[in-house]
């Protein structure tokens, strides 16, 4: 067994291209940093059980150049779910590879299993089952990305400190920053709704052992959920109340955008296990965003201030900044999109 990783890689086999009820072989590094070989059984999607490594001889376990590799040469019986003390000779290959933490195998970053049962008695080569699973994956952090590195954001953004930009800009009886904030938000929630969606078919149910990503998926769903709904019934602008809505939805909003923040990076850290890349450009767009709020929050508090109404000067500048914003966005959107399928 030979992977891309200072973590491990493992060699699976199974009745069915699923996780659980399968025969493992872990090659990866101990407490100490040291190469190992590990015999395991999997029960589920929880942690595989280490079991004694048996009748395995020859074994030869190194890293070279961030590259782990395992040889040996078993006669231990193969034992899965319905095939514990059976003749059989045809199972599913599954390979995967991931981190380590003192010893202890992560989640796994990617998988590969054969697109049919594979008789281990005589040698082929063998097919992967296909990218369906990994596009699922993947397609549901892109959605996620999109939502909250930009049109999320900008949604927000819009609501917040463009209000005055286009006062007077009405179409169809609502004024454009309104239809702009509304159009960019329902993007972003049926983007979350949809990721979610495929989250869960990928995941095949409950993923306990990814640690804390799952839950925070799960709670920007729900309060994405909620937000529309609270919008749709809102008491009226003069309402003596309304402050309170104003309120409610925009502590809302902030908190849904940490939580999906902290989705982002849990997810990243998940399969960017080698290099770190992709969170340091996470890290970056957390910085630019930060930035692009605290100018903008300035030039509000500035013009609130001095008590002026919006010129075409100051209209622009806005409209500069916002671009500008939006533009970097896109790049370090791209950049991690990029990356992402880099790794796969």
Same mark, same amino acid.
């Given at each position: 067994?030979?992977?891309?990783?200072?973590?491990?890689? #493992?060699?699976?086999?199974?009745?069915?291209?699923?996780? *659980?009820?399968?025969?493992?072989?872990?090659?990866?590094?101990?407490?100490?940093?040291?190469?190992?070989?590990?015999? #395991?059984?999997?029960?589920?999607?929880?942690?595989?059980?280490?079991?004694?490594?048996?009748?395995?001889?020859?074994?030869?376990?190194?890293?070279?150049?961030?590259?782990?590799?395992?040889?040996?040469?078993?006669?231990?019986?193969?034992?899965?779910?319905?095939?514990?003390?059976?003749?059989?000779t045809s199972y599913f290959l599954q390979f995967v590879y991931g981190a380590t933490s003192n010893g202890q195998i992560e989640f796994?970053?990617?998988?590969?299993t054969s697109n049919t049962k594979v008789d281990l008695s005589i040698p082929l080569t063998v097919e992967e089952e296909g990218h369906?699973?990994?596009?699922?994956?993947?397609?549901?952090?892109?959605?996620?990305?999109?939502?909250?590195?930009?049109?999320?954001?900008?949604?927000?953004?819009?609501?917040?400190?463009?209000?005055?930009?286009?006062?007077?800009?009405?179409?169809?009886?609502?004024?454009?920053?309104?239809? $702009?904030?509304?159009?960019?938000?329902?993007?972003?929630?049926?983007?979350?709704?949809?990721?979610?969606?495929? $989250?869960?078919?990928?995941?095949?149910?409950?993923?306990?052992?990814?640690?804390?990503?799952?839950?925070?998926?799960?709670?920007?769903?729900?309060?994405?959920?909620?937000?529309?709904?609270?919008?749709?019934?809102?008491?009226?602008?003069?309402?003596?109340?309304?402050?309170?809505?104003?309120?409610?939805?925009?502590?809302? $909003?902030?908190?849904?955008?940490?939580?999906?923040?902290?989705?982002?990076?849990?997810?990243?850290?998940?399969?960017?296990?080698?290099?770190?890349?992709?969170?340091?450009?996470?890290? *970056?767009?957390?910085?630019?965003?930060?930035?692009?709020?605290?100018?903008?929050?300035?030039?509000?508090?500035?013009?609130?201030?001095? #008590?002026?109404?919006?010129?075409?000067?100051?209209?622009?500048? $806005?409209?500069?900044?916002?671009?500008?914003?939006?533009?970097?966005?896109?790049?370090?959107?791209?950049?991690?999109?990029?990356?992402?399928?880099?790794?796969?």
């Amino acid at each position: 067994m030979t992977g891309p990783t200072v973590g491990y890689v #493992a060699m699976g086999f199974s009745d069915d291209q699923s996780m *659980g009820n399968d025969d493992i072989y872990i090659c990866g590094l101990d407490g100490n940093g040291v190469p190992q070989l590990q015999h #395991a059984y999997s029960t589920g999607k929880t942690t595989p059980q280490i079991i004694a490594l048996g009748n395995v001889i020859d074994v030869i376990a190194n890293v070279t150049n961030g590259i782990i590799s395992c040889s040996f040469t078993s006669s231990n019986p193969i034992s899965t779910q319905r095939s514990t003390g059976s003749n059989n000779t045809s199972y599913f290959l599954q390979f995967v590879y991931g981190a380590t933490s003192n010893g202890q195998i992560e989640f796994h970053s990617r998988t590969f299993t054969s697109n049919t049962k594979v008789d281990l008695s005589i040698p082929l080569t063998v097919e992967e089952e296909g990218h369906l699973s990994i596009i699922k994956a993947h397609d549901s952090g892109a959605l996620m990305l999109i939502a909250w590195m930009t049109t999320g954001s900008l949604g927000m953004i819009i609501a917040r400190y463009m209000k005055g930009m286009s006062k007077g800009n009405q179409f169809c009886g609502k004024d454009l920053w309104f239809l $702009a904030h509304v159009g960019l938000m329902t993007f972003t929630v049926a983007a979350t709704i949809i990721a979610f969606i495929l $989250a869960f078919v990928y995941a095949a149910g409950w993923a306990g052992d990814v640690g804390s990503h799952p839950v925070l998926g799960v709670l920007v769903m729900i309060l994405s959920f909620i937000q529309p709904f609270s919008a749709l019934f809102r008491c009226g602008p003069q309402h003596q109340l309304r402050y309170i809505f104003n309120w409610a939805h925009s502590l809302n $909003a902030v908190f849904i955008k940490f939580l999906a923040v902290a989705a982002i990076f849990t997810g990243l850290q998940l399969f960017d296990v080698v290099d770190g890349w992709l969170m340091k450009v996470m890290g *970056g767009f957390v910085g630019w965003e930060v930035i692009f709020f605290i100018i903008l929050e300035l030039q509000s508090r500035s013009q609130q201030t001095d #008590a002026v109404e919006s010129n075409s000067e100051t209209k622009n500048m $806005a409209w500069m900044i916002l671009v500008l914003y939006l533009l970097g966005n896109l790049a370090f959107l791209v950049a991690l999109l990029t990356g992402i399928g880099q790794k796969n």
